[in-house]
């Protein structure tokens, strides 16, 4: 009986690893088959679209999640137009601001802010990424930052500082003194914009697979980090899926900044919140 089912074990064995390789080959071939068909659609796109300064490889899009060119541009815009709404509502300062995107990647939301009457820098701990926005960005004053603090400016240099999809990724030791640090680099009654994500995205469940925690821990507990299996490269030795309540994020972070509104739920690209923060007039650090 036992020689039997060995026997029977080999043959479905047999029967499915095939198709689990044919998978796989397949899966690789419709991978290679997008990377190489990029730049002809990002040509063809350029050409339909000639405002666009440019757009960055598959490889990149991939990592903040739109693959698809199209997506990659809408996404950045439904990102942009939240902050920018809410900037206009709250920054009393300098006519042309200088404005920090802490966390840029390729430009998904720097190239809508590229447009605007700004002085604008951007920082990233991925080499490449820089590199493709000073190519792609001249004017943009851009620059490569370590994982963990300080960034490469001096004190109180930016009179807004934005981040979109940083502290949704950060593990919890890097939380605050990345917090501190924007602190540090923005000019008293500077704006810092700052996204999280919290129960109206948990409830979509866009990062569901990834996390350990229910929707009963994030409420209980107020923020909940679950390191990734997986890394892309250029992220960092520590990266994961952090959550905050809106009620975590106003009596952790209305300790070192005034918080300006309420969060507002779901507005990034309908998932991610986004926090308006403001230094306080008097503090210099």
């Known amino acids: 009986m036992r020689k039997e089912l060995r026997n029977l074990t080999k043959r479905v064995y047999v029967i499915v690893d095939p198709q689990q390789r044919l998978r796989r080959e397949l899966h690789d071939l419709t991978k290679r088959t997008r990377v190489a068909l990029d730049p002809f ?10 405002d666009v300064p440019g757009v960055p490889p598959i490889e990149n899009r991939i990592r903040v999640g739109s693959r698809r060119i199209r997506r990659f541009m809408e996404a950045g815009r439904n ?19 200088r404005v920090l995107d802490f966390g840029c990647g390729v430009g998904r939301v720097l190239q809508y802010f ?4 700004v002085e604008l820098y951007a920082c990233d701990v991925d080499a490449s990424a820089i590199e493709y926005v000073r190519r792609t960005f001249p004017a943009v004053q851009s620059a490569v930052n370590r994982y963990d603090p300080p960034l490469p400016y001096p004190d109180a240099q930016f009179d807004v500082v934005y981040s979109v ?6 593990p919890p030791h890097a939380q605050i003194p990345w917090l501190l640090e924007i602190r540090r680099v923005l000019a008293p009654g500077g ?3 700052i996204t999280t994500i919290g129960p109206y995205g948990y409830r979509i469940g866009t990062h569901l697979g990834e996390v350990a925690f229910s929707l009963e821990d994030l409420l209980r507990e107020g923020f909940c980090y679950s390191e990734y299996k997986t ?9 994961g899926a952090g959550y905050h309540t809106p009620a975590y994020v106003a009596a952790e972070w209305g300790k070192y900044f ?26 210099s650090a």
Request: proline letters at 8%; aromatic letters at 8%; one cysteine or more.
């Open 79 to 97: 990102c942009y137009t939240p902050i920018r709404r809410a900037i206009d509502q709250y920054y009393r300062g300098p006519s042309r601001p």
């Open 191 to 193: 704006l810092a914009l």
């Open 41 to 50: 659609n990002i040509l063809v796109y350029r050409l339909l679209h000639k």
């Open 231 to 239: 890394k892309d490269p250029g992220t960092g030795p520590s990266y």
């Open 258 to 283: 005034d918080i300006l509104g309420d969060v507002q739920e779901g507005v990034i690209d309908n998932l991610n919140d986004l926090v308006v923060l403001q230094k306080r007039p008097l503090e």
């Open 165 to 170: 999809s940083i502290w949704t990724h950060l």
């Open 114 to 117: 590229a447009r605007d009457n």
